[in-house]
C-alpha cells in the first residue's frame, strides 16, 4: 500500500516520513508490498541491501529487527537490535527491541526497565509497534513467571486505551491462564501519602511519575524516601507494588515483609503481604531449597541374564514379589521421540500387597532389553526422597547395584507440600455392596470408594507429616520451628490460609484448617460484610458469612470467585445460591454446575444432575449437555443399563446437535470404544453421520455390515433382532 509521506516514520523518530527518511518512500511501499505478501524473507534481504546503502536509518533498522524476529532469527535479531540502540539510544523503539532481546534472553528485569524508557520516550501517543511490542512481552513475561510485569503492561495498555478491547481483554486472560500464584490475584493499588508528613511534596512526586508510567523515575524516588520516612506503609507499598512491574522480585519481596512486620499492620494484611513475599521469592527462584527434585538411578543387569530368556526369569521375580506390580505403558510415545522404551514398566511400593495400610508408591522401574548400542539395563525413577526406599527394595531383590545420574536439567522438582498431597497408594478395589436403600444411584460405585480412600490416606498422611517437613518458603525451617517466631509464624499462617482458600475439595481445605490446631495457631474468625467483593481481600472470601448476604453480592462473590480461583469461597456462595429461594434458575444452573464438577462421589454428581434437569425444564433449555456429563458418570459406574438409555435419548432428542454429538464422542473415546472400528468408517468430532452410527437405531443399525453388535447375539439384519451397542463391562 502506497505510504503517507506525512505518516509517522515507522522507525520511531516521531517525525514525519517526509521530514525523516523522503528519499525511502518508494522503497518502504516495496517492503510494505513483499510484507503484505508474506514474502518475509524476500523483504529481510531487501531491507539488509537499503541499510548497506542508507546507513543508521532509523525505518530500516526498526524494520529489519522485526522482519529477523518474524522469521524467529534471534540471534541475529539480538545484533540488529542492539545496533539500532546504539545509533538510536534514545528510540522508543529501538529500546523496546532491546526488551524483545532481553526478554527473550531470560533477562526480564533489563526487559522491563528498557520498555519502561522506551514508553517513557514515545510520549502520550506510542507507535502501533510500541504496543505490539507490549502484547509480546506480556505474553514472554506471564511465560517466564513474572505475572507482575505482565499484568503491568495489561494495566497500563487498559488504562490508555492502547490497543482493541478485546486484544485487551485476550491478553488479561493469557496472564491468568499463565498462571498467577494466589497471593499475587489481589489487587493493589497505589498508596497515597500521609496527610501533613514532612516528606509529602517528593511522595506526592513520585507518585505522580507512577500513575504517568514512568515508573523507574517513580521508583528511584520512592526509594530515596527510605531515610526520611522510615516505617512508612504506602512508601513501602509503593515499592512493592512498582518492583513488582519492573520485574524486581526480590526486592518487591522485602518490600512486603517490611510492611507484614511494621507494628501498624493489620494480622491479616500482615499475613496476606508474607503470602506475597513468599510468591515473590519463588518467583524470583523456583530452585529454592530444599525442594523434592526428580531422580534417576541405573544399574547393569547381571551377563548372565543378558538374553531374552535371562531377562524373562529376571521379570518373573519381579512379577512374583509382592512390592511390585506391572505397570502399563504406551509404547508409541517413546517412539515418537526416537527414545527406545523398556521391554517392561513396574511401580515399586513401600510395603506388601495385602499390608494395613496400603502400600505407597515410591519409584518406577523400568527394565531395557539389549540394544546395539548398549547393554540391558535397569532404570528406577521417582521423586529423591522415595529413591532410597525403591533402590533397596529392588537390590535385595535382584541383586543388583543402582547408581544415581548426575543431576540433569530438565528434570521437574517441587516442594514438599507438593509431593506430600501428590502421593498414591495401592489400593484393592472393594467387594461390590449389596444394594442401596434408595435404588442404585444412591450406592457408590467402586471407584468412588477408591477415591474416598485415597483421598483418606494422603491427607492422614499430610496431617502427621507437614508440620514437621522443612520447607522452602519457610526458608528451610518446618511449620512447627517456625511458628515460634514473629516472621515464621505469619509465613506458616499464609501458607495454610492459601491451602483454605485455593483447595478445590472439601477434605483438603479442612485438612488445612487441622493444621492450625497441630501448631497451635487459632481458627479465624468469621467475616461479616454486606459487600464482600468491595470491602474483603480475595484470600479472605472463604471466612464470609454468607447467610445475610443479598442474592446479588452472593451472586457476584461465587462467579468472581469462580474466575479468580478461590475455590473455598466458590463452593460455599455455591451452595448459598442452591439453599435460596430467591435465586433464579439461571443462578442455581450455574451454581449446581460448580458443584457437579467438584464433586468428588459419582452419586453426589448423579443428584446434581437430576436437578440440572429439572432447571433445564424449567428454562426450556437442551439438555444434550446434562445427558453427556451423565454418560461419562455411568461409563465409569459400569450401569449399562443407564449407558443404553442415554444414547437413545441422545440418537432421538440430539441427533443433529453437532456440539453433543463432538461431545459425546469424546466421552466414547476416554472410555476406550474405538469408533472408527466400531462402524466401519471413519468417525471424529464434527463427524455427524458417524456418530448416529454409533447411537442405538442410528443409520447404520438398518445397514447390512455396518451395525453394531453385542458378542454372543445376532448378526445385524438376523431376523429383525433389535441392535444395541456393545459396551465393554
Known amino acids: 500500500m502506497p505510504v503517507d509521506p506525512y505518516a509517522a516514520c515507522p522507525g520511531g523518530t516521531c517525525k514525519k516520513v517526509k521530514f525523516c527518511c523522503p528519499d525511502l518512500v518508494g522503497d518502504l511501499e516495496q517492503l510494505d508490498r513483499l510484507i503484505e505478501g508474506d514474502q518475509i524473507s524476500a523483504a529481510l534481504e531487501q531491507v539488509k541491501r537499503l541499510s548497506e546503502k542508507h546507513p543508521r536509518r532509523a525505518c530500516l533498522m526498526a524494520t529489519q529487527v522485526k522482519l529477523e524476529l518474524s522469521t524467529k532469527r534471534l540471534d541475529e535479531a539480538a545484533v540488529s537490535s542492539r545496533a539500532f540502540l546504539e545509533a538510536f539510544p534514545d528510540n522508543p523503539l529501538a529500546l523496546a527491541h532491546a526488551a524483545v532481546s532481553d526478554v527473550i534472553a531470560g533477562r526480564v528485569q533489563e526487559a522491563a526497565a528498557a520498555f519502561d524508557r522506551a514508553r517513557e520516550a514515545a510520549g502520550g501517543e506510542p507507535p502501533e509497534d510500541l504496543i505490539r511490542i507490549a502484547a509480546t512481552l506480556i505474553q514472554a513475561g506471564a511465560q517466564a513467571g513474572h505475572s507482575g510485569f505482565a499484568q503491568g503492561l495489561v494495566e497500563w495498555m487498559i488504562d490508555r486505551s492502547l490497543g482493541s478491547a478485546e486484544d485487551r481483554r485476550l491478553l488479561a486472560a493469557f496472564v491468568g491462564s499463565a498462571g498467577v500464584p494466589p497471593a499475587l490475584r489481589t489487587k493493589v493499588h497505589l498508596a497515597e501519602s500521609e496527610a501533613d508528613a514532612p516528606w509529602q511534596a517528593d511522595f506526592d512526586t513520585a507518585l505522580g511519575h507512577a500513575t504517568a508510567w514512568r515508573l523507574l523515575k517513580a521508583l528511584t524516588l520512592f526509594r530515596s524516601l527510605k531515610g526520611v520516612a522510615g516505617d512508612s506503609r504506602p512508601l513501602f507499598t509503593n515499592i512493592a507494588l512498582l518492583c513488582e512491574m519492573l520485574a524486581r522480585p526480590f526486592e518487591a519481596a522485602e518490600a512486603w515483609l517490611k510492611i507484614a512486620s511494621l507494628s501498624g ?174 435404588g442404585p444411584d444412591s450406592q457408590p460405585s467402586p471407584i468412588d470408594l477408591l477415591m474416598e480412600e485415597q483421598q483418606g490416606l494422603i491427607w492422614k498422611r499430610f496431617l502427621e507429616l507437614w508440620p514437621d517437613t522443612p520447607l522452602p518458603e519457610l526458608l528451610g525451617k518446618t511449620p512447627r520451628e517456625s511458628v515460634g517466631q514473629a516472621d515464621g509464624r505469619r509465613r506458616v499462617e499464609a501458607l495454610i490460609t492459601e491451602g483454605e482458600a485455593t483447595s478445590r475439595q472439601p477434605e483438603a481445605a479442612v485438612s488445612w484448617a487441622a493444621t492450625r490446631g497441630r501448631l497451635g495457631l487459632p481458627l479465624p474468625a468469621g467475616i461479616v460484610s454486606p459487600r464482600p467483593l468491595e470491602e474483603v481481600p480475595p484470600m479472605r472470601w472463604h471466612r464470609v458469612e454468607l447467610a445475610g448476604l443479598e442474592i446479588g453480592q452472593l451472586r457476584g462473590l461465587f462467579l468472581t470467585a469462580m474466575d479468580a480461583g478461590f475455590e473455598s469461597a466458590a463452593e460455599r456462595a455455591a451452595t448459598e445460591i442452591v439453599s435460596r429461594a430467591d435465586a433464579t434458575p439461571e443462578d442455581r444452573w450455574e451454581a449446581l454446575s460448580l458443584l457437579e464438577a467438584r464433586a468428588t462421589s459419582s452419586v453426589r454428581r448423579l443428584e446434581i444432575i437430576g436437578r440440572l434437569r429439572e432447571i433445564a425444564r424449567q428454562l426450556q433449555a437442551s439438555d444434550g449437555m446434562i445427558d453427556i456429563a451423565e454418560l461419562r458418570i455411568r461409563l465409569q459406574r459400569g450401569d449399562q443399563q443407564g449407558i443404553m438409555r442415554l444414547l437413545d435419548h441422545l440418537r432421538r432428542e440430539h441427533g443433529r446437535d453437532q456440539k453433543v454429538l463432538e461431545s459425546l464422542a469424546e466421552v466414547l473415546v476416554e472410555a476406550g470404544v474405538d469408533l472408527s472400528s466400531l462402524t466401519g468408517q471413519t468417525v471424529g468430532p464434527g463427524a455427524a453421520g458417524g456418530m448416529s452410527a454409533a447411537l442405538p437405531g442410528g443409520p447404520a443399525a438398518g445397514s447390512a455390515g455396518s451395525g453394531i453388535w453385542t458378542p454372543g447375539s445376532p448378526q445385524p439384519g438376523q431376523g429383525g433382532e433389535k441392535k444395541t451397542i456393545w459396551t465393554p463391562n
Request: no cysteine; hydrophobic share 45%.
Open 265 to 438: 499492620t493489620p494480622a491479616d494484611d500482615a499475613v496476606e503481604a508474607t503470602g506475597r513475599a513468599i510468591a515473590l521469592e519463588t518467583e524470583a527462584d523456583e530452585d529454592r531449597s530444599p525442594q523434592v527434585r526428580y531422580q534417576v538411578w541405573r544399574a547393569g543387569i547381571a551377563a548372565a541374564e543378558q538374553s531374552a530368556g535371562g531377562i524373562e526369569i529376571l521379570e518373573d521375580r519381579l512379577r512374583q514379589n509382592d512390592r511390585l506390580e506391572s505397570a502399563p505403558f504406551d509404547r508409541a510415545t517413546w517412539v515418537s521421540r526416537g527414545a527406545v522404551p523398556p521391554r517392561s514398566v513396574w511401580r515399586v511400593y513401600d510395603a506388601p500387597a495385602d499390608s494395613v495400610p496400603p502400600g505407597r508408591l515410591l519409584a518406577s522401574l523400568l527394565v531395557f532389553g539389549r540394544q546395539t548400542d548398549r547393554e540391558s539395563e535397569l532404570a528406577l525413577q521417582g521423586f529423591a526422597a522415595d529413591l532410597g526406599a525403591a533402590v533397596a527394595v529392588v537390590e535385595n531383590l535382584l541383586e543388583v547395584h543402582f547408581v544415581a545420574e548426575p543431576p540433569t536439567a530438565g528434570l521437574p522438582s517441587i516442594t514438599p507440600t507438593q509431593w506430600l498431597i501428590s502421593s498414591q497408594y495401592r489400593l484393592k478395589p472393594p467387594a461390590t455392596a449389596a444394594a442401596a436403600v434408595g
